[in-house]
């Protein structure tokens, strides 16, 4: 498929638990036919050839260092370099992302995004010591594997089942065939616990036979992630990365901090241990690890460990091979990078002058003390930098958008590829730094009550001259290559007019040369998703949370109500009250949840007068609760309802659903 084409047969990534329940995606708005006229992504400029020539010659990709140490210790790769789904279609094809290492970057890319794009596509079984081997580029994330005395330890497990069940295979083809006894997860991501499915069951791990281990906090940070701004979050996902994108040069090749998978509903198996404290040790299979907790650094759960009878470091997903994000633009909480510094200092300090090899969930290692201590140490000079220079010029009095264009990293850093803008930005980074401390507003009364964007754009347009004077205005300045200029003004337009052909044809056009010289993959990904929306329209497709059981089964009972009453019709609840108690089986938790002012609160006490008490298991109160058809909760097998029955239905009646496919750069005519 070209990238003329919209996607007409996909299933969405599971992310947080969210997956596609109709796969067609070409119910398209009705004025989408009109777009795709246009004839689809315009050819790059002379100013983005320029821009991108300019990338050549600034950075230093002379250094071939990181295309040695990507390909060591290969093995192989995926049978035919695809993975089957079991009906035996094709669920992920690594040729997609397989960029010949000597192909120089087409006038279509960044330089320097298409040469982490080919590193990121070195795809297969790595061997990187003895006893320690690695599945990358199957998945989003790397699985690993050590050897231990009787077994295997597992470390992370992608995101998905396909990939870690061929993952093992692969590994098992080439290495003896020794049972899973550990699985030890880093940290709280999906992308690195959602295929345990793939190398272990439930049963398994319940028996002792496979003991699962992870960060304190591990189970509530899983499942909890996406879930109260889950459908916003996950249909900026959609954006970050281009998951309707077609996969290879023409589209996406990823995110930069890896390829992307095939899209399976996510699995989850609870931990049978957790690591608690920084200096802990445990021994596995006759292995010892050394423990560093790192709460609230890339993830609130994750967790960095030494090995130290193979010299190998662990650090999770915080020193990677590009600069990460401070804030993800698929929406999340601004992370704290003190504490993400502070993590990597201690790391130096317990293991710096011990570890010969360093390697992490995503990418490629680093091997020799010399080597790691350095990528560590500039990895965290980076972060320290952006983050004391972008307080620094928010305390001398410039405001977000300001310091966003402001802060440069020195020459040093600027040219060390590990820390390059592929997933985060330097500008996004430092306008995350402003945010964590001192919020959105920059303080200018002005900005205290603006007006909505759908509102102030005809008071623009009108002020401007009209829609037709604003475009031949951005038409002169897309002659000039001043394609954020573009792209900012005919904002006003689009959310004006949002049938104004012109308009939308012109902004694609701009973010089509803004995708072509992105350093980001992320920013590729969002420009190119934009000119997609803005060009073909906005799809329609039913999307539904729940669909991933083994998630939705391990939400706390606290957070389901907390969602409930995110997802509340304040309308349909108005002069309503409603009370129910519930008794979660074999824990001897108990909760009210009242609905009362337009309102759900829940509370331990159980109501003295509830209109209904439901008893059940916390897996089966959560899908009745969020299983979607009100009328069929009560059916569920495994309740029992004592009371008014029709209480829950009621109260199930008032919680709305997300329309998920809502615009991001247009708004709905």
């Given amino acids: 498929m070209n990238r003329r084409e919209f996607l007409t ?50 950075l230093p990709f002379n250094d071939r260092t990181d295309f040695e140490l990507a390909q060591r210790g290969f093995i192989a790769g995926l049978p035919d370099g695809v993975i089957k789904d079991p009906d035996g279609k094709i669920a992920f094809d690594a040729k997609k992302f397989a960029i010949p290492l000597d192909q120089p ?22 061997k990187v010591v003895d006893r320690l081997y690695q599945l990358r580029s199957l998945d989003v994330a790397n699985m690993t594997i050590m ?37 030890i997860m880093t940290h709280s991501h999906i992308d690195h616990f959602g295929g345990i499915g793939g190398v272990a069951t439930a049963e398994d791990v319940a028996a002792g036979k496979i003991k699962v281990i992870a960060p304190a906090g591990f189970t509530e940070e899983a499942v ?10 996950i249909r900026r996902s959609s954006y970050q990365y281009g998951m309707v994108l077609p996969k290879g040069p023409d589209g996406t090749l990823g995110s930069g901090l890896g390829i992307s998978g095939a899209d399976d509903p996510p699995t989850l198996i609870v931990p049978t241990a957790f690591i608690t404290k920084t200096g802990e040790k445990m021994t596995i299979d006759g292995l010892e690890f050394e423990f560093l907790m790192a709460p609230g650094s890339e993830a609130p759960s994750e967790m960095h460990f030494y090995t130290p009878a193979l010299k190998a470091l662990c650090t999770a997903e915080n020193a ?51 080597e790691i201590n350095d990528h560590i140490e500039k990895y965290r000079d980076v972060f320290k930098f952006i ?61 205290l009550n603006p007006l909505s964007p759908k509102d102030a754009a005809p008071r623009y347009v009108e002020m401007m001259g ?21 792209a900012q003004l005919l904002e006003h337009v689009v959310y004006a007019e949002p049938n104004n052909l012109d308009a939308r044809n012109l902004q694609a056009d701009a973010f089509d040369q803004l995708a072509y010289q992105s350093e980001a993959a992320t920013w590729r990904n969002f420009y190119t998703m934009g000119a997609v929306e803005l060009r073909k329209g906005v799809p329609e497709i039913e999307m539904a949370i729940g669909t991933s059981p083994d998630l939705v089964k391990n939400i706390p009972l606290e957070m389901t109500f907390d969602y409930l009453g995110i997802a509340l019709d304040a309308e349909k609840a108005a002069g309503k009250t409603i009370k129910i108690n519930f008794e979660v089986d074999g824990t001897g938790e108990k909760r009210s949840l009242v609905l009362r002012n337009s309102v759900l609160n829940s509370r331990t006490r159980l109501d003295p007068s509830p209109d209904a008490t439901l008893k059940a298991s916390g897996a089966v109160l959560n899908a009745v609760l969020m299983g979607g058809d009100p009328t069929k909760a009560g059916e569920m097998g495994g309740l029992t309802i004592e009371g008014r029955k029709e209480a829950l239905t009621d109260l199930l009646s008032t919680i709305g659903t997300f329309k998920f496919w809502f615009p991001i750069v247009t708004r709905p005519t």
Avoid at 15 to 30: F, H, K, Q, R, V
């Fill in 105 to 126: 970057p087409p006038d279509t890319w960044n330089p320097s995004l298409w040469r982490v794009s080919q590193l990121d596509g070195l795809s297969g079984l790595f």
């Fill in 387 to 447: 983050h004391d220079r972008s307080l620094h010029l928010a305390n001398s009095g410039y405001t977000m958008p300001e310091i966003g264009t402001m802060v440069e990293l020195p020459p040093e850093l600027a040219n060390n590829w590990a820390t390059r803008g592929y997933y985060g930005t330097v500008s996004h980074n430092s306008r995350a730094v402003y945010n964590f401390y001192l919020g959105y507003y920059s303080g200018n009364p002005a900005e």
């Fill in 320 to 370: 990677c091979h590009t600069l990460h994000n401070f804030y993800t633009l698929r929406g999340a909480k601004t992370r704290d990078i003190s504490k993400w510094v502070k993590y990597l200092n201690q790391t130096l300090d317990m293991w710096g002058d011990q570890a010969e090899v360093l390697y992490a969930p995503h990418q490629w290692p680093v091997w020799g003390n010399a």
């Fill in 147 to 183: 050897e231990g005395d009787t077994g295997l330890i597992i470390i992370d497990c992608c995101g998905t089942v396909s990939a870690a069940r061929a993952g093992l295979d692969l590994y098992y083809q080439h290495r003896p065939k020794k049972p899973i006894v550990a699985i």
């Fill in 224 to 233: 909890s992630e996406n879930l109260y701004a889950g459908n916003a979050m």
């Fill in 9 to 58: 047969a996909s299933t969405f990534a599971a992310i947080g638990g969210w997956t596609a329940s109709d796969t067609n995606l070409a119910s398209l708005n009705p004025i989408s036919s009109a777009f795709a006229q246009d004839g689809g992504p315009k050819p790059p400029t002379q100013h983005t050839l320029a821009i991108n020539k300019k990338v050549l010659e600034e």
């Fill in 466 to 486: 009209g829609a037709d004077a604003i475009v031949g205005k951005a038409r002169e300045a897309y002659e000039k290559g001043e394609y954020r200029w573009v």
